[in-house]
């Protein structure tokens, strides 16, 4: 059995065909259907290899160009595609806050240490609020439920829907403009129905949203701004 690069990621499912995927941190993602063999798998990975090391190059660039935070005064950090000034105050309560008006964030120079898990969860609890409300909104006009929301930690997966019902999407997406959430929150609730990426699924995606690609298109060229590390 041929090895599997270190880099590639497979993830095999119902699907009926190969699709090779360069996420934002340069690695392959590669969805497989359950019955083709590893040697299949990279055999399609041999063939398509100049493709993959020219996006890879492509996103391994763009990665470099987006250092992680250093949580000091100004330096900028999104939510929901605006961006906010980070101030650091002597006192001040809580330790972090959004002052949208002013156009900043707000940081206690005493939490200043512990400043990366502090922006963490505070990005965890408005995407928890975001994701529900938009969730809510396009599952009554879809007319589908799901059965569980989870927010999750993925770095480079923005969304997912299990076998069970469950939708998942990354906290690290409610840095992205609304538009682009809602456009991964119909995906996601439209694979409640269809859990391939046939053109079935994609017309049910435009009949919802007709100018998904350019929404999907963002995340691509955008996606490895989404983080703080």
């Known amino acids: 059995m041929m090895p599997v690069d ?14 090779l995927i360069v ?4 690695s392959l993602l590669v969805r497989a259907p359950l019955r083709v063999t590893q040697r299949q798998i990279m055999d ?3 063939q398509q290899a100049e493709w993959v090391r ?16 250093a949580f000091v005064e100004g330096e900028i950090f999104n939510y929901l595609g ?31 240490p512990g400043a990366a898990a502090l922006f963490d969860a505070w990005y965890r609890r408005q995407a928890r609020q975001v994701f529900t409300e938009r969730v809510a909104f396009y599952a009554r006009q879809i007319g589908l439920q799901p059965q569980k929301l989870r927010i999750s930690s993925a770095r480079t997966r923005w969304g997912s829907c299990s076998s069970r019902g469950t939708l998942s999407f990354t906290w690290r997406l409610v840095m992205a403009p609304l538009p682009v959430i809602d456009y991964v929150v119909v995906h996601e609730l439209c694979h409640l129905q269809v859990r391939n990426h046939s053109k079935d699924f994609w017309n049910k995606v435009r009949a919802i949203m007709p100018d998904y690609k350019e929404r999907a298109r963002w995340l691509r060229v955008n996606g490895h701004l989404l983080r703080l590390d």
């Open 23 to 26: 996420q934002s941190d340069g």
């Open 44 to 46: 399609v990975v041999q």
């Open 54 to 69: 020219t996006r890879q190059e492509a996103a391994r660039q763009r990665a470099a160009a987006a250092p992680p935070k």
């Open 6 to 19: 270190p880099e590639i990621k497979i993830v095999r499912s119902r699907r009926k065909t190969i699709a």
């Open 82 to 112: 605006q961006p906010y000034r980070l101030v650091i105050a002597n006192a001040a309560r809580p330790a972090l806050a959004l002052d949208a008006q002013a156009g900043q964030f707000r940081l206690v120079r005493a939490a200043q």
